[in-house]
């Protein structure tokens, strides 16, 4: 999963659906349920995400949708194995960016 969002301080809850290609209620039923997900709200109640929320959805997406954990599974996971989990999570990231950098460069010779 490569997210396809702008470089910027806050992201609404729409444009963090539609990177991960997920409906707005999952996102804010993550939210209910994992605390690491603390979006700002504005005046008006909106959701605005930062940098650091849209790593701990990403964290929680690998848990959940690519590896398969409960919820619960992903919850105990988070707080027991957390540092180790990020460290590997970006390094899976950093080598899935390689390979496609490569992949690029072997289709343009």
């Known amino acids: 999963m490569h997210l396809e969002l702008p470089d910027k301080l806050y992201y609404s ?3 963090v659906a539609k990177a991960f290609d997920v409906n707005t209620s999952l996102i804010r ?3 209910k349920e994992f ?3 603390k979006p700002k709200k504005n005046a008006k109640g909106n959701r605005k995400f930062t940098q650091e929320d849209i790593k701990n959805l ?3 997406y690998h848990l959940v949708k690519e590896r398969g954990f409960t919820l619960e599974g992903a919850k105990t ?3 027991e194995e957390r540092l180790k ?3 590997n999570f970006e390094i899976i990231r950093k080598l899935e960016h390689i390979k496609t950098e490569l992949i690029k ?3 343009q010779l």
């Open 58 to 60: 990403q964290l929680i």
């Open 13 to 15: 809850i729409g444009e």
């Open 105 to 107: 460069i072997k289709d």
């Open 77 to 79: 996971h988070l707080k």
């Open 85 to 87: 989990t990020l460290s």
């Open 35 to 37: 605390d690491v997900i």
């Open 29 to 31: 039923f993550w939210e």
